[in-house]
């Protein structure tokens, strides 16, 4: 029988790949079968996991990237696609978080968060979505998180961004379904990385946020993986432009009854 979730053969640029989710990503994607092209701004940072991925016995590239700067973007395809040949999944991870208040954030803040997060995923995906269509296959996965459907206070941009990269989502998928490329949204819920650490030492805040977790508990690694499987594979070769928030139920707004 045909194992559609199987990614042997397959080529993944995992971008963000120095820590939290990226790292994350890319195991799953290795041990199913994928070899990596793992980005990060400073390539020092990847030498463990590189290490690690090999250990597994797949590939693993590290090459550097900065989202902001249009020419890393195309130099990081032009290496892989020279390593590879190919790129068959693009897991667009890269992003950063301001924390303020609306009233304090300044046009810088909004520039670092949105270039970032929206503008850098757009002409990454861009740049590797060219190579696709010339193969006519894709797999294009863009990070969001629950802030893709609901507002938080104290992260406007950041909201704002993942917002963006939904309907982005959405409107790659309707262009380049022709070409055999599929462009969902992967939504984690709450997951403790670096970028939300500060959070996670807040007991009072993780026991507030847990009571509103139907299944009761932050994510863990492992309930990612599962996900970016199945949309990086044939698995998933009738979806497109949708989002699948990987949250423990926490967008179903749920809060425990009062008997």
């Keep these: 029988m045909e194992n559609l979730f199987d990614l042997s053969g397959k080529v993944a640029v995992v971008t963000g790949a120095s820590r939290g989710l990226g790292q994350y990503f890319g195991r799953a994607l290795a041990r199913a079968g994928a070899d990596l092209v793992i980005t990060s701004r400073d390539t020092s940072r990847l030498s463990d996991f590189q290490a690690e991925i090999e250990g597994l016995g797949r590939r693993a590239l590290p090459v550097k990237l900065d989202v902001l700067n249009e020419s890393d973007i195309q130099s990081m395809v032009r290496v892989a696609i020279s390593q590879y040949g190919k790129i068959d999944i693009l897991v667009n991870n890269a992003g950063l978080n301001i924390r303020k208040s609306a009233a304090e954030f300044t046009w810088k803040d909004w520039d670092t968060v949105l270039d970032t997060n929206l ?41 704002a961004s993942r917002g963006g990269i939904l309907q982005l989502s959405r409107s790659l998928a309707a262009e380049w379904g022709r070409h055999g490329i599929t462009v969902n949204v992967l939504a984690p819920g709450w997951f403790k990385t670096a970028q939300n650490k500060v959070l996670y030492d807040n007991k009072p805040w993780v026991e507030y946020i847990t009571d509103r977790i139907p299944l009761g508990r932050p994510g863990q690694p492992k309930d990612l993986d599962g996900t970016v499987i199945f949309l990086a594979s044939d698995a998933s070769a009738y979806v497109t432009g949708q989002i699948i928030l990987v949250d423990g139920g926490f967008t179903t707004g749920a809060t425990k009854a009062i008997i």
């Design 119 to 159: 503008k850098g995923a757009f002409f990454v995906a861009q740049t590797v979505g060219r190579e696709m269509i010339k193969r006519r296959y894709g797999r294009i996965i863009n990070i969001g998180s629950c802030t893709c459907v609901f507002g938080m206070e104290g992260i406007g941009p950041y909201c």
